[in-house]
């Protein structure tokens, strides 16, 4: 079973760049019909998508973050990751990555998540 | 504001059944069957439970089902259990350049 981890500084000042990254275990990131996503979750609110990106490399980004973020994988340490910046306060969240099912457009397994605070 | 719509909270007594709505536009919902829904408890990842409208992942309980009429999917659960008191989120592939969309979440209370 494919086990994604979230891993990255806990906290970020404003106007800088928030840096996470995603190991994945129990598979390889650059086989099967996958993509690998960012997903976010402000305190008591609801999921936002951030973007993802295939094992092709090709990516796909939320319009409203497109203009701040990147997504880019690393197949030697079977890892992908997330840049995100000029981050703000409305940047806090926690941050999930997670497996998607090219197939059947699902996304089905999910990191554990890691809570990234922007704050001076 | 979220891209799909679905109730705050719904609540349901144990042995009940209890239905949650997730209302999108022909964009998503209503063109494709690629809606997914996800229970999240506190402080935990979100779990999927169905994907593509009415499919369940192996290991999800078969009191889980999903459907789907026009721009608007449904989650059923039955005979509720105290462990699904939750979170409930749906998903959606959608043609726009997100993607991927997600409703704002339901709050399930079992009373």
């Known amino acids: 079973q494919v086990q994604l981890q979230e891993s990255g500084p806990g906290l970020v000042k404003p106007s800088q760049t928030l840096s996470l990254t995603c190991t994945v275990s129990?598979?390889?990131?650059?086989?099967?019909?996958?993509?690998w996503s960012w997903i976010r979750q402000p305190a008591g609110k609801g999921l936002e998508w951030i973007g993802r990106?295939?094992?092709?490399?090709?990516?796909n980004y939320n319009p409203s973050l497109k203009s701040r973020v990147t997504i880019s994988v690393d197949t030697s340490k079977n890892q992908f990751s997330l840049k995100l910046s000029s981050v703000t306060a409305a940047d806090t969240a926690v941050y999930y990555c997670?497996?998607?099912?090219?197939?059947?457009?699902?996304?089905?397994?999910w990191g554990q998540g890691t809570l990234v605070t922007v704050s001076s | 504001q979220s891209a799909l719509t679905q109730p705050a909270s719904v609540s349901g007594s144990p042995g009940q059944s209890i239905t949650i709505s997730c209302t999108g536009t022909?964009?998503?919902?209503?063109?494709?069957?690629?809606v997914s829904w996800y229970q999240q408890h506190p402080g935990k990842a979100p779990k999927l439970m169905i994907y593509?409208?009415?499919n369940r992942p192996s290991g999800v309980s078969n009191r889980f089902s999903g459907s789907k009429s026009g721009n608007t999917a449904s989650l059923t659960i039955s005979g509720l259990q105290a462990e699904d008191e939750a979170d409930y989120y749906c998903?959606?592939?959608?043609?726009?350049?997100?993607?991927?969309?997600f409703g704002g979440g339901t709050k399930l209370t079992v009373l």
């Open positions: 998903s959606s592939y959608t043609s726009s350049s997100t993607l991927e969309v």
């Open positions: 990106i295939y094992t092709s490399g090709s990516t």
């Open positions: 593509d409208v009415s």
């Open positions: 997670a497996r998607g099912d090219v197939d059947t457009a699902t996304t089905g397994n």
């Open positions: 129990g598979g390889s990131i650059s086989s099967g019909s996958y993509y």
């Open positions: 022909s964009s998503d919902v209503g063109g494709y069957n690629y």
